[in-house]
């Protein structure tokens, strides 16, 4: 490892830092603009430029590798003029828009120019004007500000890999473009205004509504999909403003896809904040005491084993197990987390996670997709594997639709035979697999669903024990789910005994169905007698066939339990108060137990979560490893294929209640998909 002085401080590196890392580890700030720690280097914006003994100039500390026996100094004249310096070029052509732009008060420009600047400019000339481009419906440009650090270009090539954006021209005449107009069709291309430093760049449609200063922080999760991204909430009032990425190398690191990002405008239309029921085919308003008085009359009435809930894909853990006792205690263990019909068994945790983790994606050597889009399905996850492919060269094949996935990969075919031969040796992959030492699997969710999930369990099940993919230190076991309460509901054991009923078994054989937030069910499968009652917080698909309806706050309205796809336990953290008269979703079946004289263990959500830990020891100890073994006895074939692998049609934007009351993920729908 070199060692170099910095400001007469000997340090020791690793072999290839930068100096503007090796300032980093010192505790030394250089000022950037096109330097970021995630993106290939560039060495646009000369502003991290710093005096090298021995060198005749100053140099571009981004750039220069740290080298056995360098003295570099951070802070002399020398380097005081050069970055007073570049900061004039930066300022020579930008506009002074401060008062009206969106960046104002987290703008790095601003910072620098402050620290590093000159008080005045020399300038006299007119500044240059540049055509704003479009972006699309998410992304507003002003494109007079750019300073060309192509953070942006660097961002969509390399971590988002859809190659949109772009420089043209030449000297004074460079722009920063799309080339082709008609939007950048990225499903991450909102952490582009992320990484602007200047104010280029900036979120369409929170463009003008609130200034940071105006603000109030809540560091949550995302539950939009199953990967649990870690995000800031920024809230004015009881409004959410914005939705912002909080770092979590394991998870989403400092990313965000445009759904988690911009889905947040959805919570304004279209929203449950009272009861209703229906009468004479008709909703009315309702107060929650007769609603709740009728719900109990109806539940008393009827036979235990005809009373059934099903949770839907955004159903915190807290819900889902307050509910499953309340049942349990009536006598009935009609419970389903798995609205799409799942057969996946909560049996051994190892069969139903990600069992690679997100972060050890990047340790794998191979990777086998089977019969998923993780490109659309889980973005963070794909980001990942594009990761992992150009930094290590991850081998990639695909069984299922010919997708773009934004890596290259070997497409097998959308037969799932190709399985059987991979399984039995006999497919050309097999050398790839062999030479493997840490292969992978992803396995679309959606598969579970099909009648022939028994040929696929068994065959992958040969094709784990076959190939490396389980070791003292490796499992390449991985199920991509798309809900955010999947795994948390498997957890819990929110789904049917030898005793209970499933999704669809509830929806014809019940006349009493719970549905909390299940929107995606078929609703024609529901019992035409049943008596329906939906506990959400959206009057979405599901909310217009219920009996009654009872309102409950979002997952940025509460304090709630969420585990990813990973296994990965987390919480949200309520941004704002719930909306008119919502209750808490366990706090409404309390409610309704002491009206049918049912008496639970706990009241607080302190008192749920310490149950729901003794009743699985994951939810106290997150460092818990899934079995690596669960694949090592091997099932008997009971099935076989019955068609060709037919991935599930998926509107990116329109995957819940909250997307689809969202005027921007709807404009992305119809622009972008």
């Avoid at 079995?627 to 060709?644: A, E, G, H, M, Y």
């Amino acid at each position: 490892m070199p060692k170099l002085k910095i400001n007469n401080k000997e340090i020791e590196v690793p072999e290839g830092f930068t100096v503007i890392q090796a300032c980093e580890k010192a505790g030394i700030e250089i000022p950037r603009f096109c330097y970021h720690d995630k993106l290939k280097i560039a060495g646009n914006c000369r502003m991290c430029l710093v005096e090298m003994e021995r060198a005749p100039k100053p140099v571009a500390s981004c750039a220069q590798v740290a080298m056995e026996g360098m003295v570099i100094h951070t802070n002399t004249p020398l380097v005081k003029k050069a970055r007073e310096g570049v900061m004039e070029f930066l300022l020579a052509n930008h506009p002074l828009d401060c008062p009206i732009c969106d960046q104002g008060g987290e703008c790095d420009l601003q910072d620098q120019a402050m620290k590093y600047g000159k008080p005045e400019s020399r300038y006299k000339e007119e500044k240059r004007a540049v055509k704003d481009k479009d972006f699309g419906p998410l992304i507003q440009t002003h494109m007079t500000r750019c300073i060309h650090c192509t953070r942006c270009v660097r961002f969509i090539e390399d971590i988002a890999g859809t190659y949109e954006l772009g420089g043209i021209g030449r000297g004074e005449d460079v722009e920063i473009t799309n080339y082709i107009e008609g939007g950048v069709k990225s499903e991450l291309s909102g952490n582009i205004i992320d990484l602007c430093p200047v104010g280029a760049l900036k979120s369409k449609p929170y463009e003008f509504k609130a200034r940071n200063w105006e603000l109030h922080r809540t560091e949550s999760i995302d539950v939009m999909d199953a990967v649990g991204s870690n995000i800031i909430i920024n809230t004015r009032g009881n409004e959410v403003m914005r939705i912002l990425p909080y770092t979590n190398e394991d998870i989403n690191e400092e990313w965000i896809s445009d759904k988690t990002r911009f889905f947040y405008d959805g919570l304004k239309y279209q929203r449950l904040d009272r009861p209703y029921i229906k009468q004479k085919n008709k909703l009315e308003e309702t107060s929650w005491e007769i609603a709740l008085n009728i719900l109990a009359k109806r539940i008393k009435k009827t036979k235990a084993e005809k009373i059934g809930a099903i949770a839907g894909d955004l159903t915190d853990v807290e819900t889902m197990f307050v509910v499953k006792d309340y049942l349990k205690a009536l006598g009935s263990y009609n419970v389903d987390c798995r609205q799409n019909g799942s057969k996946l068994s909560n049996k051994n945790r190892a069969q139903y996670t990600f069992n690679t983790t997100i972060k050890g994606i990047e340790e794998a050597d191979h990777c086998l997709l089977i019969g998923c889009n993780p490109r659309h399905e889980a973005t963070m996850v794909n980001a990942r594997i594009r990761k992992a492919y150009l930094n290590n060269k991850l081998s990639i094949a695909v069984i299922g639709n010919n997708n773009n996935l934004t890596y290259p990969y070997k497409h097998l075919g959308d037969n799932p035979w190709i399985l059987k031969q991979i399984a039995d040796g006999v497919h050309p992959i097999c050398t790839d697999l062999k030479k493997a030492k840490k292969p992978m699997i992803i396995f679309g969710e959606h598969l579970t669903t099909q009648e022939d999930y028994e040929a696929y369990e068994y065959f992958i099940n040969k094709l784990v024990n076959k190939y490396n993919y389980t070791s003292n230190d490796w499992n390449g076991y991985n199920i991509l789910h798309t809900a955010a309460s999947r795994v948390g509901g498997l957890d819990i054991d929110f789904v049917p005994n030898k005793d209970g009923m499933t999704t669809n078994e509830i929806l014809k054989k019940c006349e009493v169905i719970i549905l909390f937030g299940a929107d995606e069910i078929n609703l024609n499968k529901i019992n035409k007698n049943a008596f329906v009652i939906y506990i959400g917080h959206h009057g979405d698909k599901a909310a217009e066939v219920a009996d009654i309806i009872l309102p409950a706050p979002a997952f940025t309205e509460k304090n709630a339990t969420y585990v990813n796809l990973e296994g990965r336990v987390q919480n949200t953290f309520a941004a704002i108060d719930k909306l008119g008269k919502a209750k808490i979703d366990w706090q409404i079946i309390l409610d309704l137990a002491n009206l049918t004289g049912v008496k639970l263990q706990y009241s607080t959500l302190n008192e749920i979560r310490k149950k729901i830990s003794k009743v699985n020891p994951v939810f106290i100890n997150t460092e818990l490893k899934n079995n690596d073994n669960v694949f090592k006895n091997s099932l008997k074939q009971t099935s076989f294929f019955q068609d060709k692998i037919d991935e599930k049609a998926l509107d990116y934007y329109l995957t819940n209640s909250i997307c689809r009351n969202s005027i921007t993920m709807k404009k992305c729908s119809q622009i972008i998909s």
